[in-house]
């Protein structure tokens, strides 16, 4: 299973495709970065206008925390997309360049081989975040430094520093859960489709059919609650001014059952499946 | 004739006693005049029913004349009506008092003036101020302006004779937030009938006073 790994991580380092994922990732921040930078004030003096009429403000809202906040809103759909189309490249490349066969042909197991696949999008996964994480908040910090953070999720909650900086901490944790999904079931799409191009439809299909039922009623609470594309925003709810932590908790255990769900079904009927 | 003599009579009469200004209120306006500079530290509490903020500190430094400063670790949202301790935005312009008699609120049996300024230029429509003329404290006020609104400010004073309150607590009218889309989470609900309904609202700040230093002329 070691070699397995190692074999699927050279394979990523050596993609160029790993590296234009990772350079479109950087990029939709630095745009986010020059947004804020020339508009930032401009809308957040639109977003408290009617405040300044009754208020003076004291400390400015325009810094790190609320960079990293909008950076984290590009996990709704940039970031995903961008995993999707990598990972499932772990599996419809294998098909594409007919590497598979020859894979086989060692002495190798079916369930091993995939399951490497997908534990190496996972690992990918984490890293990808992982390194947006760290240049985000090394970059907003150091142009726009610290302060209190203002979100608007039905009302107006401002969050002192430290406490926004310890949410957005968790937000990317709990984001990070909702990126492996996606990834998961990437490789599992892979595995049913086969051909790349139409896995990237598929995937940006999965994708925005996940985002429209987020806000869909779907009549019974049980299905509301915990049906998969209820739990990927998560991590916004850690930008509630009351957090409820247990139900982040809960969200994101089954969110982990979904992935693992979606590992066994794609591992299995890859094991059942012709090579070929 | 003699109906006309006696109508000019009662309403020059009346004009010469509205017009004089209440002794309560210039020896309050006068113990608030000998407050030449003070510091403190400022507890805010918002209470604004679509804005969720913790409690807030704030350092203040008032010098007569001068305009207020602020100073802040944190984002703190002051109000621009209740700080105004020294009664210098009703003072600014000419005006008339009118006393409404006595009210008894919290206890307290309280003078009640109002506050009617005589000078266009002034952005005080009216204001009702309830004077504890004992101690010559302006306990609670209610003031109208012509392009801010309406507030009411409550203020609670520490034992003893200290000019400037402990507690105060400005309520206010707000309009509703006008909200750019893209700056909207994706988990916001925009319920049209509830934001119509939340035109204008009621908004509090409780303002707690510690450690004063105050230095009087």
């Known amino acids: 299973m070691r070699a397995l790994l190692r074999a699927e991580m050279l394979k990523l380092i050596k993609q160029s495709k790993t590296y234009y994922a990772l350079a479109a990732i950087l990029v939709i921040e630095l745009l986010i970065f020059i947004t804020a930078y020339y508009q930032g004030t401009t809308i957040l003096d639109l977003l408290l206008d009617n405040l300044k009429q009754s208020f003076y403000f004291e400390g400015t809202l325009l810094n790190g925390n609320l960079i990293m906040y909008i950076v984290l809103n590009s996990l709704w759909f940039n970031v995903p997309l961008i995993l999707m189309i990598v990972t499932s490249g772990l599996v419809t490349d294998e098909y594409k360049d007919g590497t598979l066969q020859t894979v086989m042909l060692q002495a190798v197991k079916k369930w091993k081989f995939i399951l490497a696949k997908y534990i190496m999008a996972v690992l990918f996964t984490v890293t990808v975040i992982a390194l947006m994480m760290l240049t985000t908040f090394i970059l907003a910090y150091s142009i726009f430094g610290k302060g209190d953070l203002v979100v608007y999720i039905n009302t107006l909650n401002f969050f002192k520093s430290a406490d926004a900086f310890r949410r957005i901490c968790w937000a990317f944790a709990s984001g990070t859960v909702a990126m492996v999904f996606y990834s998961v079931a990437s490789i599992t799409l892979a595995i049913l489709i086969k051909d790349s191009a139409k896995t990237w439809i598929a995937a940006a299909l999965f994708l925005i059919i996940t985002n429209l039922l987020l806000k869909v009623d779907l009549g019974i609470s049980a299905l509301n609650a915990y049906f998969f594309p209820k739990l990927i925003d998560t991590w916004q709810q850690l930008f509630y001014f009351e957090t409820n932590w247990l139900a982040i908790g809960l969200n994101n255990a089954v969110l982990l059952l979904y992935c693992l769900a979606l590992t066994v079904a794609g591992t299995y009927l890859f094991n059942k499946k012709d090579i070929g | ?217």
């Open chain 2, 1 to 217: 004739m003699r109906f006309a003599l006696i109508l000019l009579l009662v309403l020059t009469t009346g004009i010469a006693q509205a017009q004089k200004i209440d002794a309560d209120l210039l020896r309050i306006k006068q113990r608030m005049d000998s407050v030449q500079q003070f510091t403190a530290r400022v507890i805010l509490d918002l209470d604004v029913p679509f804005i969720k903020m913790p409690t807030k500190t704030a350092q203040i430094k008032y010098a007569k004349g001068k305009k207020m400063e602020f100073s802040s670790h944190d984002f703190v949202m002051l109000p621009k009506r209740g700080l105004d301790f020294s009664l210098n935005e009703i003072f600014k312009y000419p005006f008339i008092t009118v006393d409404r008699g006595t009210e008894t609120r919290h206890g307290k049996l309280l003078k009640v003036i109002n506050v009617i300024p005589t000078d266009n230029r002034s952005d005080l429509a009216l204001a009702t101020l309830y004077m504890d003329t004992r101690v010559s404290r302006v306990v609670e006020s209610e003031i109208n302006t012509r392009k801010n609104g309406t507030y009411n400010l409550l203020m609670q004073y520490a034992p003893g004779s200290s000019v400037l309150p402990a507690n105060v607590e400005a309520t206010f009218a707000i309009e509703r937030l006008k909200i750019p889309l893209n700056f909207m989470g994706k988990d916001t609900k925009i319920d049209r009938k509830q934001m119509r309904g939340m035109e204008t609202k009621t908004g509090k700040i409780k303002m707690r006073f510690e450690n004063y230093i105050v230095k009087l002329g």
